[in-house]
């Protein structure tokens, strides 16, 4: 018994420490899955980069609404998710050297073609005049973080306050802004309405106790 559970765990570390099963290096045909990382319009506009945005866009207020120690969490789930998909999703960047490889980086690229033919579209796009090697987690990461945190700076800010508004009474944060722009709404008409009976109480009672001092002074005299 204690044999077989034993060569089940050694199988899961096997497992668990066991290269990608998907091609990471020499790539010459970047697919519809994978993000090309870099500057450029060429980079924004493959449709690897557009679907990872679309990702990162269904995350973004779960981040804005995290505290800093959360952050990285959300981005550590972004990378998860796209690695997950079928084909896995990888992270792309440019590999310094040209798509005729040596002999060796040939042999890598045979024994990870099947994997790279059937890893999206394989479209042009422009972005095949060169070799690609996935960056790995951390750089992906950094990645997600980076595309998390971007757009416009005050854009950012005042979708956190909504999101701040939202959550301050222990309310989850919504998960999109259609439905977080109306429960800001809605919190900021209660709190209005809230401060404008307070406003109105506060008035009411200075002006019973200006009554009551005029009496008192009126009797006094």
């Not at 870099?38 to 207020?61: Q, S, Y």
């Not at 002999?103 to 005049?129: F, P, V």
């Amino acid at each position: 018994m204690s044999s077989s559970n034993n060569s089940d765990n050694n199988a899961n570390n096997s497992n668990s420490n066991s290269p990608p099963k998907y091609q990471t290096t020499d790539i010459t045909q970047p697919g519809a899955n994978d993000i090309l990382c870099g500057r450029g319009g060429g980079t924004n506009a493959h449709p690897g980069n557009i679907k990872f945005r679309k990702l990162v866009a269904a995350h973004k207020l779960r981040y804005l609404a995290a505290s800093k120690s959360d952050k990285p969490g959300v981005a550590r789930d972004v990378v998860r998710e796209w690695r997950a998909m079928d084909p896995p999703g990888r992270f792309l960047a440019k590999s310094d050297k040209s798509s005729s490889s040596s002999s060796s980086s040939s042999a890598t690229a045979d024994n990870g073609a099947s994997g790279e033919n059937n890893h999206g579209d394989n479209n042009n796009n422009g972005e095949n005049g060169g070799v690609w090697h996935d960056v790995g987690d951390k750089k992906a990461r950094e990645k997600a973080s980076q595309c998390l945190r971007e757009r416009n700076g005050a854009a950012n800010e005042a979708v956190a306050a909504l999101v701040k508004t939202v959550t301050a009474s222990g309310e989850a944060c919504p998960e999109d802004y259609a439905t977080l722009m109306n429960r800001a709404a809605y919190v900021k008409a209660k709190n209005d309405l809230t401060i404008r009976e307070q406003n109105e109480r506060t008035r009411c009672s200075n002006a019973a106790m200006g009554n009551g001092g005029g009496n008192n002074g009126g009797v006094g005299g």
